[in-house]
């Protein structure tokens, strides 16, 4: 099949704006984007430039806006997207060339929540592993799958009006420690998380949750993160 | 040195984030509308004459009454889904569900009301 991609273009060497380019190529319906996106770098315009690693969602680099609503790359098929793509970057980061994003305001907000384990408690008597109940694990799963592709906090109206909000990826790894009962700073957290610029901006768009390409359920995690700033209670 | 990360209102609104983001906006418009129809009253109550006169012609109007009556219904609806669903996060599994729920209560009493405002505007 013949499939016209219309890119975002942007060299902040010789543009002073934006603008569009369109390609044409064959490709199979059961082709990735990012496939079509690499052939079009290798074969008709070396200039593209967009982030690509490891091409099987797990890395989260290829984030990008197509036909307007977020999406990895690696993990969105031709047929799922038609035979008219459009191809755009993520959008509340500046954009540094083309497809590729600033994400250091995305990472200088997921450092805030204190994305580390916290335990100061001297080890078990066995000097080992600090063991955990499946029921406890459970309770964490889904939010421990985020991978930082930043497909959540783009689409986000709240990040898009003031990247001082902390952003759904900093509040799902907030609640992924929050809720590990090994973790001894949820308090600390909470206090983070509860500042104006954290859960209070989050206006239940539900973008982030349709976005997220890990289907985590992130409306969701943030909601028990805001029912556990009301009561104080973990559960 | 790059390009501004500002998103404008424009761009915005053309993000495919479905039922949700619609609702989402339309949330916004209600609210909006409200706070004007709220100014407008209170300024027509300080202007008298003329002035006084058509600023009350406006918001007297059908078409106006169609407008403010689409705000308060649909915030009001709405609001009490996402007070719902922020009581109880569990709930947010039936987002969809949720949505479907809300068009459902909110298009007959829309339309009952729209019938009654239009009938009364054309003098039946």
Known sequence: ?235 | MGLSRNVSLSTALRYKGQGPFLTFILHRIGGLGMAIFIGIHILASFLSGDVGNAINAVYESWVFQLFIFFCVLFHAINGLRITIVDLWPKLIEHEREAIWLEWAVFIPVYAIAAFAIIRSALGG
Request: proline content about 4%; overall charge negative.
């Open chain 1, 1 to 235: 099949m013949e499939v016209t991609l219309k890119i975002f273009r942007y060299n902040p060497e010789v543009d002073q704006k934006f603008h569009y380019e369109t390609y044409t190529l064959e490709a199979e319906e059961t082709d990735r984007v990012l496939d079509v996106l690499e052939r079009i770098k290798g074969q008709k315009d070396g200039t593209l430039s967009f982030r690509r690693s490891c091409a099987h969602g797990v890395c989260g680099s290829d984030a990008l806006r197509i036909n307007g609503r977020n999406m990895l790359a690696c993990k969105t098929l031709v047929r799922d997207v038609g035979e008219k793509i459009t191809v755009e970057p993520i959008l509340g980061l500046k954009v540094i060339k083309d497809l590729i994003v600033d994400m250091e305001p995305f990472f200088d907000n997921y450092k805030k929540i204190l994305p580390y384990f916290i335990n100061e408690s001297p080890l078990p008597a066995d000097g080992k592993e600090r063991l955990q109940s499946a029921e406890a694990r459970a309770r964490f799963d889904e939010t421990t799958k985020c991978i930082l592709c930043a497909c959540c906090t783009t689409s986000c109206p709240s990040f898009w009006a003031s990247d001082d909000y902390l952003g759904p990826a900093a509040l799902v790894t907030a609640h992924r420690f929050i809720f590990d009962d090994r973790d001894e700073a949820a308090a600390e957290r909470m206090q983070i998380i509860s500042e104006t610029s954290g859960l209070a901006r989050c206006h239940t768009a539900y973008n982030c949750t349709l976005a997220c390409p890990r289907e985590i359920p992130i409306t969701q995690a943030i909601g028990e993160l805001k029912m556990v700033s009301v009561t104080g209670k973990l559960d």
